[in-house]
């Protein structure tokens, strides 16, 4: 079973770029037929879909995000990560990665990162 | 900007049945939207129940099962058990591109 576990700064200040990676246990990121996602959600509020990525590298993200996301595969590592860039205090969040055996399904999830934007 | 709106919260008592229902911005949502259904407990990572409308996970009791009515993704509950008290929140694909609902929070009373 695909195991995932997000890794990152927790405190991120104004203005700077997010950076997480997820770090896959358990399988190959490049075994194909996965995309890995990820997935925020603010304290006390409901999940909000980022974005995600196949491993041939074709991705989709948010449209409210677009101009700020930016998901990536780093098969050597076995590890996909986020950038986030220009953040204010409204990207403050749980950060999950997930993912899921066929296009359109997310069956495994980590167990979240918080990261903070403050300065 | 596409909204998927969820029932803000349900209240069912043990061993009953409950549905819940997500609403597309753009209207009727069939198959090909993929609908999937989570579940969430507090201070936990979101757990996967459906995929593609109806289909269960290993993992998922038998007691839920998902459809399709009204042109709305739905997830009903049978015989409610307490450990079900829950956040539970849709994700629908447009495009390739998810949105989640505002998620339903049941109470089990």
């Known amino acids: 079973q695909v195991q995932l576990q997000e890794s990152g700064p927790g405190l991120v200040k104004p203005s700077q770029t997010l950076s997480l990676n997820c770090t896959v246990s358990g399988g190959s990121i490049s075994s194909g037929s996965y995309y890995w996602s990820w997935i925020r959600q603010p304290a006390g509020k409901g999940l909000e879909w980022i974005g995600r990525i196949y491993d041939s590298g074709s991705t989709y993200y948010n449209p409210s995000l677009k101009s700020r996301v930016t998901i990536s595969v780093d098969t050597s590592k076995n590890q996909f990560s986020l950038k986030l860039s220009s953040v204010t205090a409204a990207d403050t969040a749980v950060y999950y990665c997930?993912?899921?055996?066929?296009?359109?399904?997310?069956?495994?999830w980590g167990q979240g990162t918080l990261v903070t934007v403050s300065s | 900007q596409t909204v998927v709106t969820q029932e803000p919260s349900l209240t069912v008592s043990p061993g009953g049945t409950v549905t819940l229902t997500c609403a597309s911005s753009t209207g009727a949502v069939t198959s090909g939207y993929y609908p999937n259904w989570f579940q969430q407990k507090p201070g936990q990572a979101p757990r996967a129940l459906i995929y593609s409308t109806s289909n269960k996970h290993s993992w998922t009791p038998a007691r839920f099962s998902g459809s399709l009515l009204g042109g709305k993704p739905a997830l009903t509950l049978s015989g409610v058990q307490p450990e079900d008290e829950a956040e539970y929140y849709c994700?629908?694909?447009?495009?390739?591109?998810?949105?989640f609902g505002g998620g339903t929070k049941l109470t089990v009373l």
């Open positions: 997930a993912t899921g055996s066929g296009s359109y399904r997310t069956d495994y």
């Open positions: 994700l629908v694909y447009y495009g390739g591109a998810g949105v």
